[in-house]
């Protein structure tokens, strides 16, 4: 009798264990069908090109069933970001924003930066300082010395427009020489390639943008890279060249891409879009966009990520004060 009690018990036991499992696995979140990456680009851009990535190595990892890369452009990306932050607890959707989404809503006051939830800040896209290979300016030494000597003597030119991060950069050049921000002889372009060819040509004295546009023009030998504002000097082929930093100007300046979810997500749903995105920053595929398009991967999670971009958005709103460009 003790032995069949027994018996039963353990099988009662496996019962429970067996049911617990089915339990716990019923309870490990995913999305259901279909997922929307929101982003505020048009298609072929670096923004898109990201959220492509990203889709690819998601799908090949079978973490998502489907994904639908929406690209929403217009107003500095708070159309997107908008239609994003409408999607209160849909965990069947994620965005992508941009330094200049930030730059942007510091520049109006709005407050669209609290409406969403800033899962991952994923990488930083460093910008870089560069000149015509025949130059007088050989360094971002000989740019200190220049606007030392006269503030309107160097002509530097970025593209997106003025009050951009990439403005608020050389105003941070500006600023360590002493240079009033008012006194700077600053050009606006449609591109970053357009920035390029136009140092080249020697129509500007600087230019400034993303490494992926000058860099074909530096292997080339028509454009010499100046500077890269990073904090350190990056690895790999762009180890040879200096950073703006270890020449005497502190400015850091980079593009940062943070992957967002909508608010009001439950737990299981952050968490899972945590580990996903862990594995997206793992995968192979992923890990070469990076390398070819000079992207250094910096993570900040969630929910450190609310008090980065909250600091991010502070330190803009200042920098276009200065500007008086504060709407």
Do not use: C
Not at 19 to 27: D, L, N
Not at 209 to 235: D, V
């Amino acid at each position: 009798m003790r032995s069949g009690t027994i018996g039963h018990a353990a099988a009662a036991l496996l019962l429970v264990t067996a049911g617990s499992t089915v339990s716990q696995a019923q309870q490990a979140w995913r999305p259901d069908g279909n997922v929307e990456f929101v982003v505020g680009a048009g298609a072929g851009g670096e923004n898109d090109r990201i959220a492509r990535a990203i889709q690819h190595a998601l799908t090949k990892e079978h973490l998502i069933d489907s994904m639908t890369v929406m690209n929403r452009p217009g107003a500095a990306q708070t159309i997107a970001i908008n239609y994003l932050a409408s999607k209160k607890g849909d965990g069947n959707t994620i965005g992508l924003a941009s330094g200049s989404f930030i730059n942007a809503i510091a520049r109006n006051g709005s407050t669209l930066h609290k409406q969403f939830t800033p899962l991952i800040k994923l990488f930083d896209a460093y910008q870089a300082y560069f000149t015509a290979i025949n130059s007088p300016i050989k360094s971002m030494v000989d740019v200190r010395d220049r606007l030392k000597a006269d503030p309107s003597g160097v002509t530097f030119a970025f593209p997106v427009g003025l009050g951009s991060p990439l403005h608020v950069s050389v105003v941070n050049v500006g600023k360590a020489v002493g240079a009033p921000a008012n006194k700077l002889v600053t050009v606006v372009f449609n591109s970053g390639s357009d920035v390029a060819a136009q140092a080249a040509g020697g129509h500007i004295d600087v230019g400034l943008t993303s490494i992926g546009s000058p860099y074909p023009l530096i292997e080339a030998g028509k454009l010499r890279m100046l500077g890269i504002a990073a904090p350190e000097r990056l690895p790999g082929e762009l180890a040879k060249y200096p950073t703006v930093r270890e020449q005497g100007l502190d400015v850091v300046t980079a593009n940062s891409y943070t992957l967002l979810v909508p608010n009001g997500l439950k737990p299981e749903q952050i968490e899972f879009w945590s580990k996903a995105v862990d594995k997206v920053l793992d995968d192979p595929d992923f890990k070469k966009d990076l390398a070819l398009n000079f992207w250094v991967p910096r993570p900040i999670r969630y929910p450190d990520t609310v008090k980065w971009m909250q600091d991010d958005y502070d330190e803009n709103r200042a920098v276009l004060k200065e500007l008086g460009m504060l709407q």
